[in-house]
């Protein structure tokens, strides 16, 4: 229960707070690349509940290649993705209570489909908007890695744990790490890259 206030009051604070920046964010998106302003896309929440992420836009409309976002990446979504300002819209996710400040990031249910035991329990706690993985190097991981580390967090988790991340996050962002993956193609989830499966 303490987490859940301290997401919901913090989400609150935050969208209160970046009104404005949020603002301003969408008329950079509408002026650069017109609309739409959000991408909306079914995630996989806690215990594989689906629900639908918001994000800023940051990619075209119709991108050929999804899976390599660098390639399709609007002006302004380069600078978004860079400071991860395009996740700022699911802090409506983290009052909603389909996600947490802190936790594994969200996957498609069709990864989830693939998890064994190993990768299921990262699906254990809400999705965050930060957490142990993006701290230790965003997409520039590997997916077994990522999933490693995800589930480290869920089976060491604690407040102190999330003010850990919360308070490493900033610096991360500042180093700019792990945008994208190697080669500009952010690794995906596969049964063949399970390190438990």
């Known amino acids: 229960m303490p987490k859940r206030v301290l997401d919901v009051v913090g989400a609150s604070v935050l969208l209160v707070?970046?009104?404005p920046l949020l603002a301003l964010i969408a008329a950079c998106i509408w002026l650069d690349d017109g609309r739409p302003l959000f991408f909306v896309q079914t995630r996989a929440g806690c215990r594989g509940r689906p629900f639908r992420v918001l994000k800023f836009r940051t990619l075209t409309d119709a991108p050929d290649v999804p899976t390599c976002p660098a390639a399709h990446t609007t002006r302004i979504g380069g600078v978004l993705r860079r400071w991860a300002l395009d996740e700022l819209p699911q802090l409506w996710n983290v009052l909603r209570g389909e996600m947490s400040l802190v936790g594994p990031r969200p996957t498609l249910p069709e990864q989830v489909a693939q998890y064994g035991p190993h990768e299921q329990t990262r699906l254990r706690v809400r999705p965050g908007l930060t957490g142990w993985?993006?701290?230790h190097g965003r997409n520039a991981?590997?997916?077994p890695d990522r999933i490693d580390l995800d589930v480290w967090y869920v089976r060491h988790r604690s407040l102190w744990l999330d003010l850990q991340i919360v308070l490493?996050?900033?610096?991360?962002?500042?180093?700019?790490?792990?945008v994208n993956g190697p080669d500009g193609k952010n690794?995906?989830?596969s049964s063949s890259s399970a390190s438990h499966a």
């Not at 490493?168 to 792990?178: E, K, W």
Request: no cysteine; glycine share 14%.
């Open 187 to 189: 690794p995906s989830f």
């Open 133 to 135: 993985a993006q701290i």
């Open 168 to 178: 490493r996050t900033p610096i991360v962002l500042l180093r700019g790490v792990g």
């Open 17 to 19: 707070g970046l009104a």
């Open 141 to 143: 991981l590997s997916w």
